[in-house]
């Protein structure tokens, strides 16, 4: 578990004589986290650290930076097919690979909060970029046609313990965790 959650999670603790990680009462702890729904494949792709970057088309995540996002896997595709483009074409990946990596995004099912990744920087993607650093950001993006769109770095992702069923929401609203779902 990251250091700024547990200093977290110890902020909720009350009882002076046990141990955070060591006692029954840290089970029945829940801590609050932003949470941003994405489509699948992207959820997957995010929990499975193939997508490094997200982009939004106005600066959604840049208040979070550095700090830890719940992603929720939405009921609804991608309604486009770059993402196959992507993985095919600039990530070399065959069928079978990209199957495989479905299979395992949709471990879960959807309509559920499914791990946690970090927050990087937040930045606007200049309308001029093209070439080789174009290329390498849709790489990470998993994505084309990202200039004047708002990219953020993720790292770190994680899949929870268990599915948390929830509905999902527009742009981004606090979930609460329960403490024995975090990895």
Not at 97 to 119: C, M, N, P, T
Request: hydrophobic share 45%; aromatic share 8%.
């Amino acid at each position: 578990m990251q250091k700024g959650l547990k200093k977290t999670l110890k902020m909720f603790h009350t009882s002076e004589k046990c141990v955070l990680f060591g006692c029954a009462c840290f089970a029945d702890m829940a801590v609050q986290v932003p949470c941003l729904l994405f489509r699948q494949p992207y959820a997957g792709l995010v929990l499975d650290g193939v997508k490094t970057v997200e982009s939004r088309w106005r600066p959604l995540l840049a208040p979070l930076e550095n700090q830890t996002l719940a992603v929720h896997v939405a009921q609804r595709d991608w309604e486009g097919l770059e993402w196959w483009a992507v993985l095919s074409g600039l990530l070399g990946m065959d069928s079978a690979q990209i199957e495989a990596l479905l299979e395992s995004g949709e471990r879960f099912g959807r309509g559920v909060v499914a791990g946690l990744v970090d927050v990087g920087q937040t930045w606007l993607c200049p309308a001029s970029l093209q070439g080789k650093d174009l290329q390498c950001l849709e790489q990470s993006a998993v994505l084309i046609g990202l200039q004047e769109k708002h990219l953020t770095n993720l790292s770190n992702p994680r899949w929870l313990k268990a599915p948390l069923r929830a509905l999902g929401g527009r742009d981004l609203w606090t979930i609460e965790i329960p403490a024995k779902l975090f990895p």
